[in-house]
Nanobody, 125 residues
Framework: QVQLVESGGKLVQAGDSLRLSCAAS????????VAWFRQAPGKERAFVAA????????YYADSVKGRFTISRVNAENTVYLQMNNLKPEDTAVYYC??????????????????WGQGTQVTVSS
């Protein structure tokens, strides 16, 4: 498994932008599909975005489409989540996850076997 560490979460105001980072170690993340999930208090962990190994294919939840962008720099072993026009409903702990078994990225949390510890994003109104 690859070890993942998220960073970049903080308290921001509605309309602000924020970039989260997911740094991999232990194994190269180049061979992994990577996704971002988020979990708000009292809610289940929800899919946000995913990117395939090459970075050419991305998927987004409808709630973030047009506002969030997932990208990766394989040479840096890092995946990013650029979040623009943040809303209070984006408040959650954000997790990155990786897996190397699927041909295309999946959107379910059980499809991923490597997880980071999460980073808190709080959006005030």
């Amino acid at each position: 498994q690859v070890q993942l560490v998220e960073s970049g979460g903080k308290l921001v105001q509605a309309g602000d932008s924020l970039r989260l980072s997911c740094a991999a170690s232990g194994r190269t993340v180049n061979w992994h599909n990577v996704a971002w999930f988020r979990q708000a208090p009292g809610k289940e962990r929800a899919f946000v975005a995913a990117i395939n190994r090459s970075g050419r294919t991305t998927y987004y939840a409808d709630s973030v489409k047009g506002r969030f962008t997932i990208s990766r720099v394989n040479a840096e072993n890092t995946v990013y989540l650029q979040m623009n026009n943040l809303k209070p409903e984006d408040t959650a702990v954000y997790y990155c996850a990786a897996e190397d078994q699927s041909a295309v990225p999946k959107t379910g949390p059980t499809d991923y076997d490597s997880w980071g510890q999460g980073t808190q994003v709080t959006v005030s109104s």
